[in-house]
């Protein structure tokens, strides 16, 4: 966080721990995935193939087989929030950012169109941390 986004760092200083915990395993996974879509040294067939492995890893993940650690701290993440916070978001990002994965470029045809676009691949990095409950979490 402190290279890509020092002020969501200092943000999550005054969180509950807890809380602090799961949005760094949110960014964490976020921003994996975002660098997969905006690496400018890979091709397209490259990157769509990234992101359907990445995709098959989020699966995995769903069903208790994280790959690394990053991925089990969105796990643990999902499973404390589990009340609140599902795949759908997660699921609906990774189809925005498919959907810039294609060899022309993308346009957008109508103002439905990019809306739907701004909630993949911003919005649900939001509505995810909206998502995080508070409650249980200790303050510590």
């Excluded at 769509?48 to 989020?58: G, S, T, V």
């Excluded at 950012?97 to 691949?121: C, F, G, H, N």
Aim: overall charge negative; some cysteine; glycine content about 4%.
């Amino acid at each position: 966080m402190s290279k890509h986004d020092p002020i969501l760092l200092f943000a999550s200083r005054l969180l509950p721990y807890q809380t602090a915990v799961d949005a760094s395993a949110l960014y964490a996974w976020c921003r994996r995935l975002d660098e997969i879509t905006d690496d400018p040294s890979a091709n397209v067939h490259s990157i769509q193939q990234q992101l359907i492995d990445w995709e098959d890893r989020f699966n995995k993940l769903c069903t208790g087989q994280p790959v690394d650690e990053m991925d089990d701290a969105l796990y643990q993440c999902l499973q404390r929030n589990s009340n609140s916070l599902n795949e759908r978001p997660f699921q609906d990002m990774i189809v925005g950012m498919k959907s810039d994965a294609v060899p022309t470029i993308r346009t957008i045809s109508s103002m439905e169109e990019l809306e739907e676009y701004a909630y993949q691949v911003a919005g649900t990095v939001g509505t995810s941390a909206c998502h995080c409950s508070w409650k249980g979490h200790s303050t510590d």
